[in-house]
């Protein structure tokens, strides 16, 4: 490229590769193709086996890096003679191409057998075919970004020596740790700090909006009925649509053929009052206004990020419990659970924290004889808010009557623990903790009359499926192969499913943004397995299962006359 400007060699240098970094490009690529938890379209494959290949290149670049420096620069037959290296890089390239292209096709097929398994619409082979092409752009943008990085290491490291007179041995590696000690502080200080900041001001904005349909309560056993302490237009998104939804005392004695109460609902926003602490006091006022303290249950449900509940769930609990039952939540975050997942976990424990020991500390003072059985729900990240609350299973057993987790995250502490030391023969995916005595994990609704033996009050019950991206995800995967990709699957992952380093990570990380766009029973969809789930920890006397069946199909006609919600 002789005459040419020096920037373009230097922008033309970015397209060069390395043929040994192309062979293990191609390898970590076919590995992202196998499947993983949950369908993936075309989109996300592309953009996972991009990144899976463009660390592939440089685990690539980096093994014949050091294999020509240890090895072959010591022989005298290397390099080859130009013809052979055409030839050996040529061959490579095409095999690589070869390989990607048999192993799209073998993707498609997984792809398709695993959307059967959870009875979901499968993809086609000529439509997953674009993966190649969008896993070619995604790899060149991340190696050429690698590289800008690197040549400007080199950069500084030159301006090191020649201003500074560090010799050249160390100017190198001084260079490269400044941008790389910049880089992370721009990206980490700088970066995600302002994307942070503008999620929360984008879903603070949504959360005075309201979804259409829902509107203010009139019933005083409701936050933000006119007779309410909580104002209706503070309660947030979420709140307003948690208090005003769910079946009435009317609704609920037609569907259980019994006279009913009318179901207390509590709730308070983050502008309901101006501190956390505000907020709380608030909350247990209105538990005293509405009465809950006189009902049969009450139910503390510390919520994800946004403060949203589990319609379905509370439903449930108040179908069951003929509407004889207070529900309380309140809001910690503007943000969804996904980005408070990662930013605010420790918000999120301290959030169920508080919630939970105020309403206990609230509840004990009530006579032990009158006062409601004192329950907690969770799901997702609501399980860690609600963990946060606890010492261990002795705490637990202390302060409520019972517990339902679902999906826990696999970050969540008490949950880890008790996993890591399930009894002896007993499967990641399918734990058994001392015997069942007091925890109990559930993959599917049978599996929670397990192990047979006996299960005491109060019962602390767990609900992950084997396909729930939420419960296996961990930064873990990266560099260490989990037990449950070790052992048989669980019902509804392909056994084809193999752990690799580094790409099995991106696949789980891919699955995450579907946990909840499969079908219920999958995934991070539990449908109303939380109805079985929460008859197991406090179903009233005399409960049947023709009473289990009646209040499903309630739930699944609300179900089906609401829609998903958005």
Same mark, same amino acid.
Request: one cysteine or more; glycine letters at 10%.
């Given at each position: 490229?002789?005459?040419?400007?020096?920037?373009?060699?230097?922008? *033309?240098?970015? $397209?060069?590769?390395?043929?040994?970094?192309?062979?293990?490009?191609?390898?970590?690529?076919?590995?992202? $193709?196998?499947?993983?938890?949950?369908?993936?379209?075309? #989109?996300?494959?592309?953009?996972?086996?991009?990144?899976? @290949?463009?660390?592939?290149?440089?685990?690539?670049?980096?093994?014949?890096?050091?294999?020509?420096?240890?090895? $072959?620069?010591?022989?005298?037959?290397? /390099?080859?003679?130009?013809?052979?290296?055409?030839?050996?890089? =040529?061959? =490579?390239?095409?095999?690589a191409i070869l390989a990607?292209?048999?192993?799209?096709?073998?993707?498609?097929?997984?792809? %398709?057998?695993?959307?059967?398994?959870?009875?979901?619409?499968?993809?086609?082979?000529?439509?997953?075919?674009?993966?190649?092409?969008?896993?070619?752009?995604?790899?060149?943008?991340?190696?050429?970004?690698?590289?800008?990085? %690197?040549?400007?290491?080199?950069?500084?490291?030159?301006?090191?020596?020649?201003?500074? +007179?560090?010799?050249?041995?160390?100017?190198?590696?001084?260079?490269?740790?400044?941008? @790389?000690?910049?880089?992370?502080?721009?990206?980490?200080?700088?970066?995600?700090?302002?994307?942070?900041?503008?999620?929360?001001?984008?879903? !603070?904005?949504q959360n005075d909006t309201?979804?259409?349909?829902?509107?203010?309560?009139?019933?005083?056993?409701? !936050?933000?009925? /006119?007779?309410?302490?909580?104002?209706?237009?503070? #309660?947030?998104?979420?709140?307003?649509?948690?208090?005003?939804?769910?079946?009435?005392?009317?609704?609920?004695?037609? @569907?259980?053929?019994? &006279?009913?109460?009318?179901?207390? +609902?509590?709730?308070?926003?983050?502008?309901?009052?101006?501190?956390?602490?505000?907020?709380?006091?608030? $909350?247990?006022?209105?538990?005293?206004?509405?009465?809950?303290?006189?009902?049969?249950?009450?139910?503390?449900?510390?919520?994800?990020?946004?403060?949203?509940?589990?319609?379905?769930?509370?439903?449930?609990?108040?179908?069951?419990?003929?509407?004889?039952?207070?529900?309380?939540?309140?809001?910690?975050?503007?943000?969804?659970?996904?980005?408070?997942?990662?930013?605010?976990?420790?918000?999120?424990?301290?959030?169920?924290?508080?919630?939970?020991?105020?309403?206990?500390?609230?509840?004990?003072?009530?006579?032990?004889?009158?006062?409601?059985?004192?329950?907690?729900?969770?799901?997702?990240?609501?399980?860690?808010?609600?963990?946060?609350?606890?010492?261990?299973?002795?705490?637990?057993?202390?302060?409520?009557?019972?517990?339902? *987790?679902?999906?826990?995250?696999?970050?969540?502490?008490?949950?880890?623990?008790?996993?890591?030391?399930?009894?002896?023969?007993?499967?990641?995916?399918?734990?058994?903790?001392?015997?069942?005595?007091?925890?109990?994990?559930?993959?599917?609704?049978?599996?929670?009359?397990?192990? /047979?033996? /006996?299960? *005491?009050?109060? %019962?602390?019950?767990?609900?992950?499926?084997?396909?729930?991206?939420?419960?296996?995800?961990?930064?873990?995967?990266?560099?260490?192969?989990?037990?449950?990709? !070790?052992?048989k699957p669980g019902e509804? +992952?392909?056994?084809?499913?193999?752990?690799? &380093?580094?790409?099995?990570?991106?696949?789980?990380?891919?699955?995450?943004?579907?946990?909840?766009?499969?079908?219920?029973?999958?995934?991070?969809?539990?449908?109303?397995?939380?109805?079985?789930?929460?008859?197991?920890?406090? @179903?009233?006397?005399?409960?049947?299962?023709?009473?289990?069946?009646?209040?499903?199909?309630?739930?699944?006609?609300?179900?089906?006359?609401?829609?998903?919600?958005?």
């Open positions: 490229m002789a005459g040419k400007h020096p920037f373009v060699i230097w922008a *033309w240098g970015l $397209l060069s590769l390395d043929f040994t970094g192309i062979a293990f490009a191609a390898l970590f690529f076919c590995w992202s $193709l196998t499947p993983s938890l949950l369908p993936r379209d075309w #989109l996300f494959q592309g953009l996972i086996g991009g990144i899976s @290949a463009a660390i592939g290149y440089g685990v690539g670049t980096a093994i014949g890096w050091a294999v020509y420096r240890f090895y $072959l620069a010591k022989r005298p037959w290397w /390099p080859l003679p130009p013809r052979y290296m055409q030839v050996l890089k =040529v061959g =490579v390239v095409a095999i990607a292209m048999v192993m799209l096709v073998y993707a498609a097929g997984w792809q %398709r057998e695993l959307s059967a398994l959870m009875n979901a619409e499968g993809t086609t082979t000529t439509g997953y075919i674009r993966t190649g092409g969008l896993s070619m752009l995604v790899a060149a943008a991340i190696i050429s970004v690698w590289r800008v990085l %690197r040549d400007l290491g080199r950069l500084v490291a030159r301006y090191l020596n020649r201003w500074l +007179r560090v010799p050249r041995q160390a100017a190198l590696p001084l260079g490269f740790a400044l941008v @790389a000690v910049l880089t992370y502080a721009l990206v980490t200080g700088v970066l995600v700090k302002e994307v942070y900041a503008l999620a929360n001001s984008a879903f !603070s904005l309201t979804r259409a349909g829902v509107v203010a309560p009139v019933a005083p056993e409701k !936050s933000g009925s /006119p007779d309410s302490l909580v104002p209706w237009d503070s #309660l947030g998104f979420e709140g307003r649509n948690f208090v005003s939804r769910g079946l009435d005392a009317q609704e609920l004695s037609r @569907a259980n053929g019994a &006279p009913a109460k009318e179901p207390i +609902r509590v709730y308070a926003g983050l502008e309901s009052a101006p501190t956390a602490d505000q907020r709380l006091d608030l $909350l247990v006022d209105e538990l005293e206004r509405t009465g809950a303290f006189e009902r049969k249950v009450l139910v503390i449900i510390p919520t994800t990020g946004t403060g949203w509940v589990n319609p379905t769930a509370a439903q449930a609990i108040e179908l069951v419990h003929n509407g004889d039952s207070a529900l309380v939540a309140t809001q910690y975050s503007y943000l969804p659970s996904w980005i408070s997942f990662l930013a605010d976990r420790e918000k999120a424990a301290e959030a169920g924290k508080r919630l939970i020991d105020k309403v206990h500390e609230r509840w004990l003072t009530k006579p032990p004889q009158t006062r409601p059985k004192l329950y907690v729900y969770g799901e997702s990240l609501g399980t860690q808010a609600g963990e946060g609350a606890f010492d261990g299973l002795a705490d637990i057993r202390n302060t409520v009557d019972g517990v339902l *987790w679902v999906g826990p995250p696999n970050s969540n502490v008490l949950w880890h623990q008790l996993v890591s030391r399930r009894d002896p023969g007993s499967t990641e995916v399918e734990p058994v903790y001392s015997d069942g005595l007091v925890v109990r994990f559930a993959d599917e609704v049978a599996d929670i009359a397990q192990p /047979p033996g /006996p299960w *005491w009050p109060p %019962r602390v019950l767990y609900l992950q499926h084997a396909s729930d991206p939420v419960v296996w995800w961990s930064t873990d995967l990266i560099l260490k192969r989990p037990d449950w990709l !070790s052992e509804d +992952r392909l056994p084809q499913m193999r752990w690799f &380093p580094f790409v099995t990570f991106w696949q789980v990380s891919a699955d995450l943004a579907n946990a909840a766009g499969v079908p219920d029973g999958h995934g991070h969809n539990y449908g109303t397995s939380v109805l079985d789930g929460w008859l197991a920890i406090a @179903a009233p006397d005399g409960w049947t299962q023709a009473d289990t069946e009646r209040v499903r199909g309630t739930l699944e006609a609300i179900a089906g006359s609401e829609g998903p919600e958005k």
